[in-house]
Each structure stands twice: as C-alpha cells, then as structure tokens.
C-alpha cells in the first residue's frame, strides 16, 4: 500500500508528546527539591495565600534557594547531554540524504521514549531526582528535538515545488508545533491537578508510540536509498558513508564563490544567535514564574505556557500576511526579531499575573525568522544536499539550543537572588547581533525573492559536482 506524504500529523503527535511533559518538568524538579531541600511537602495553595505564607515565614530564602539548585540540575542535565546529541543530530541528518528521512524522524522518538520512561520511573518510584541527568545522557544518544526537526524540515523541503511553498510548508510545520504544543501546554495544569505527574508522562509515552507506528506504516520515503548488498556491509563500506555525509556538508560550504559562502555564512550565524538569545531567555519563565512575586500554580502555569506556544500560531500567519504584500524577507526577519525583543523587556519587569500575560503579546510574531531563515538557506543547495544543509542547521540549532540554557541557567542562578528578570534583559540585548547581520544583507542588496545565477549555484551544476566528487571519493 503507497505511504502518504505528510510529515505533519507526527510533527503534531510529537509536539504533543513533548509539551505535555516539557512544562511538567521544571515542575517536578522544583517540588522534588523542594521536599529534599525543605524537608516539607509542596505546599498547594493558590498565589496569593502560598506567597503571602513564604514571606511570613522565611519562604522567600527557601525559593531562592530551590530555584538555584533546580537552574543548576538543568545547567547539568544540559551539558552532559549536549555533545552526543550534536554528534548524532548531524550524523543522523546528513545521513537522511542517502538513507532516508525517516531514520532522522525515527531515532529522537525512541530517545524521548526512553526519556520520559526514566523520569516516569523516579516519579514513582521517588528515585533520586539527579537520575534525570542519565536520562537526558541516554536520551541524547538517539538525538534530540533537533534531530527530529532537522528530518521534517529536510522531508519538507523534498516534497516542495517551489520557494514560496517551501517558506509556507517550513511555517506550517512551525504553526502545527504551536498548536498543538499550546494544547497541550494547556492541558498539563489541569492533568497535573487531578491526576499528579505520572498519568500526563503515560499519556505521553502513548503519543510518542503512536507516532512510531504511523511512520512506519503510513509515511512514505522521500528518498530512494542506494541498493546495497548486504554481505558487503563491511568496515569499508561503513567508512564510505561516514565519509560521504561529512563530504556533503563540507560540499554545501566549499562549492561557490566567495559571495555564495559569505552570505550563507551570514545567513547560519544571524540563525544561531537568534536560537541562543531565543532558547535562553525562554527556558526560564516557568521557574521565573514560580518565584516570588508572581508564585505560579499549575495550573496558571498551564495557563502561560499554551500562551506562549501560540507564537507559533500567530508567527505563521504573520509570515502569510507579509508574504501577501510583498514584504521582502529579511523585513519579516527584523520585525520577529524585534517582537522577540520587546517581549522579553516586558517579561524582564513583570511583577504581576496580568502584566506576565500581557507581556506575550508582543512576542506574538517572535517564531517568524526561524522558517524564514531556513526557508533563505534552504534556496543555496541543490535537492540532494537538503539533508546536509538541515544537519547544519539542526547540529547548530540544537548544540546553540543546549549552550544558551546552559548559559543562562548558570546566569539565572547567580544573578536570581537581586533580580530575577536580569536573564531576559541580558536576553533582548543579545538580539541586537543576528539583527546587525541581516542589516548587512540589506545592505549587500541581496535578492531572496528569486535565485540569482550570480549567487545561488544552479541546481543542475550542484547536482552535477556532488555525484562527480561522489565518485571521487568511491
């Protein structure tokens, strides 16, 4: 029976597996420490009396105090995990090019699967909380989101016809993950509430096991994958394929002139700032949320977090709107920028529940240079070194992705103390940079709208040297 071409519906379970449990895991962590800490239960009140009860009685050193170490056993969790998921996410993603997309989709599943088994055996069986830095170390040896995004956006890119239908796929993949992230963010406060920790980790090992079978019995493969004998999966045959991933990420880089590299290079490093200003000033609003003055519940949180996925929502239909007049790309790259950094100023003084809600209207567009960008380098590369391109992009996305929180953790954990709302000044500052890079396209006259033979390789020739280089290498 033919498969289907649509990776959609397992970004969608996947997005949902994950936000389930991705908002519940600061949460558990800070309760967890909480009682080793303390010594004392969790104490379940609403905002106002839970804070007005820690100023009476010396609550607000014990926050401070759990707040450090759970920023901390992130910054651990982070850093251990961070190298092998690099190595495998560009491994996993160049090698998509010649194995197949669905290996790059598979493998992080599987990873998250054995994730969110681990932290739901130290849930029940109160093991020690540090486990989870294990986990996050077996996790990363399958992948990581990244992986898993790399994969999408590389199918995507493969099914697509043309430019303007790649930028909408690549948004829409974006607005799917915020729908039903938001979803599902929504859900956790209540989950947690009637059914504690364990029940939403199930619920989303189910999703995740869901998402399995319909990739392997519904999604079709986008690439054919060269016949291979299987007596001669040898050593040597081994090394060639590692060989030739490495080749094609060197090739998307080394295969044009100075201009083609300068931009793209341009293009790559506006999108990793981004990613580390984006991911670590965003990693920290739920503990910024349970800390003194706002003293989230679950369910509030609940409430914030499916709030703050709708960017995803509202960025995609941000990118349609300015697409429908003609508003070059790197404008709608600034203006996300610049909601981004509006957003994080309001956070960084938000004092109040009211003021932490409105404070995610501006960031409603923030999401929209992400697909632009990858939609802008995506257009240098032939087809047959999408993969190669999405395992840059990924490997730096999630290796960007892991350092910024890192940073930010260890930042958030120092400077928490004297003024929690430090990390997300420090945060829209940053943003200053990958804007100053794409105002240096602007003023390089760079045309994305069309591929200009002067700066894009012609897709024939790419092709063309990639297989006589290919051969090279055999």
Same mark, same amino acid.
């Given at each position: 029976?033919?498969?289907?071409?649509?990776?959609?519906?397992?970004?969608?379970?996947?997005?949902?597996?994950?936000?389930?449990?991705?908002? #519940?895991?600061?949460?558990?962590?800070?309760?967890?420490?909480?009682?080793? #800490?303390?010594?004392?239960?969790?104490?379940? +009140?609403?905002?106002?009396?839970?804070?007005?009860?820690?100023?009476?009685?010396?609550?607000?050193?014990?926050?401070?105090?759990?707040?450090?170490?759970?920023?901390?056993?992130?910054?651990?969790?982070?850093? +251990?995990?961070?190298?092998?998921?690099?190595?495998?996410?560009?491994?996993?993603?160049?090698?998509?090019?010649?194995?197949?997309?669905?290996?790059?989709?598979?493998?992080?599943?599987?990873?998250?699967?054995?994730?969110?088994?681990?932290?739901?055996?130290?849930?029940?069986?109160?093991?020690?909380?540090?486990?989870?830095?294990?986990?996050?170390?077996?996790?990363?040896l399958f992948g990581g989101f990244g992986t898993f995004l790399g994969g999408c956006f590389a199918y995507v890119?493969?099914?697509?016809?043309?430019?303007?239908? &790649?930028?909408?796929?690549?948004?829409?993949?974006?607005?799917?993950?915020?729908?039903?992230?938001?979803?599902?963010?929504?859900?956790?406060?209540?989950?947690? &509430?009637?059914?504690?920790?364990?029940?939403?980790?199930?619920?989303?090992?189910?999703?995740?096991?869901?998402?399995?079978?319909?990739?392997?019995?519904?999604?079709?493969?986008?690439?054919?994958?060269?016949?291979?004998?299987?007596?001669?999966?040898? =050593?040597?045959?081994?090394?060639?394929?590692?060989?030739?991933?490495?080749?094609?990420?060197?090739?998307?880089?080394?295969?044009?002139?100075?201009?083609? &590299?300068?931009?793209?290079?341009?293009?790559?490093?506006?999108?990793?700032?981004?990613?580390?200003?984006? +991911?670590? /000033?965003?990693? #920290?609003?739920?503990?910024?949320?349970?800390?003194?003055?706002?003293?989230?519940?679950?369910?509030?949180?609940?409430?914030?977090?499916?709030?703050?996925?709708?960017?995803?929502?509202?960025?995609?239909?941000?990118?349609?709107?300015?697409?429908?007049?003609?508003?070059?790309?790197?404008?709608?790259?600034?203006? /996300?920028?610049? =909601?981004?950094?509006?957003?994080?100023?309001?956070?960084?003084?938000?004092?109040?529940?009211?003021?932490?809600?409105?404070?995610?209207?501006?960031?409603?567009?923030?999401?929209?240079?992400?697909?632009?960008?990858?939609?802008?380098?995506?257009?240098?590369?032939?087809?047959?070194?999408?993969?190669?391109?999405?395992?840059?992009?990924?490997?730096?996305?999630?290796?960007?992705?892991?350092?910024?929180?890192?940073? +930010?953790?260890?930042?958030?954990?120092?400077?928490?103390?004297?003024?929690?709302g430090f990390v997300f000044v420090l945060s829209a500052g940053l943003c200053i940079i990958p804007s100053i890079l794409i105002g240096v396209l602007?003023?390089?006259?760079?045309?994305?709208?069309?591929?200009?033979?002067?700066?894009?390789?012609?897709?024939?020739?790419?092709?063309?040297?990639?297989?006589?280089?290919?051969?090279?290498?055999?």
């Amino acid at each position: 029976m033919k498969g289907v071409y649509l990776v959609e519906p397992a970004v969608g379970l996947y997005a949902f597996s994950c936000f389930l449990i991705f908002p #519940l895991m600061q949460q558990f962590i800070y309760r967890r420490l909480w009682e080793d #800490l303390t010594n004392t239960t969790y104490p379940e +009140f609403d905002n106002v009396s839970r804070c007005a009860k820690n100023s009476s009685n010396n609550g607000s050193s014990y926050h401070e105090e759990v707040q450090k170490q759970a920023s901390l056993l992130s910054l651990y969790s982070e850093l +251990f995990s961070a190298i092998p998921s690099f190595i495998v996410t560009i491994l996993l993603v160049a090698y998509s090019d010649r194995g197949g997309r669905k290996i790059a989709i598979v493998m992080p599943v599987i990873g998250t699967l054995l994730y969110i088994t681990g932290v739901l055996s130290i849930s029940y069986f109160q093991l020690n909380i540090y486990l989870i830095i294990g986990c996050s170390v077996v996790s990363s040896l399958f992948g990581g989101f990244g992986t898993f995004l790399g994969g999408c956006f590389a199918y995507v890119a493969d099914i697509s016809e043309n430019d303007h239908q &790649k930028t909408l796929r690549l948004a829409g993949v974006d607005m799917i993950l915020g729908v039903l992230a938001g979803v599902a963010s929504l859900s956790t406060g209540y989950f947690l &509430k009637a059914a504690g920790f364990n029940w939403p980790f199930v619920t989303s090992l189910g999703g995740l096991i869901l998402l399995l079978l319909y990739v392997f019995f519904a999604l079709e493969e986008t690439v054919q994958k060269v016949p291979r004998d299987a007596s001669v999966l040898d =050593s040597s045959s081994q090394d060639l394929a590692i060989k030739q991933m490495c080749y094609g990420i060197y090739h998307v880089f080394a295969g044009a002139d100075a201009k083609f &590299k300068t931009i793209l290079v341009l293009l790559l490093v506006a999108f990793i700032t981004f990613t580390f200003t984006n +991911f670590g /000033g965003s990693s #920290l609003i739920t503990l910024y949320e349970l800390n003194e003055p706002l003293c989230w519940t679950e369910i509030t949180i609940g409430y914030g977090s499916a709030l703050g996925t709708t960017v995803l929502l509202t960025s995609f239909l941000g990118v349609m709107a300015f697409s429908y007049c003609k508003v070059t790309q790197t404008i709608i790259v600034l203006v /996300g920028f610049l =909601s981004f950094m509006s957003g994080m100023i309001m956070v960084s003084f938000a004092k109040t529940t009211t003021m932490m809600f409105i404070a995610r209207i501006p960031m409603c567009l923030c999401a929209m240079p992400f697909p632009i960008l990858r939609s802008m380098m995506s257009k240098f590369v032939s087809k047959a070194e999408q993969g190669a391109l999405f395992a840059c992009i990924s490997c730096s996305e999630s290796l960007t992705s892991t350092v910024s929180m890192a940073i +930010f953790n260890s930042i958030y954990a120092a400077t928490v103390a004297w003024d929690s709302g430090f990390v997300f000044v420090l945060s829209a500052g940053l943003c200053i940079i990958p804007s100053i890079l794409i105002g240096v396209l602007i003023v390089m006259r760079v045309d994305f709208s069309t591929k200009d033979k002067q700066v894009l390789i012609s897709e024939q020739g790419l092709i063309q040297d990639h297989n006589d280089d290919a051969g090279v290498i055999n």
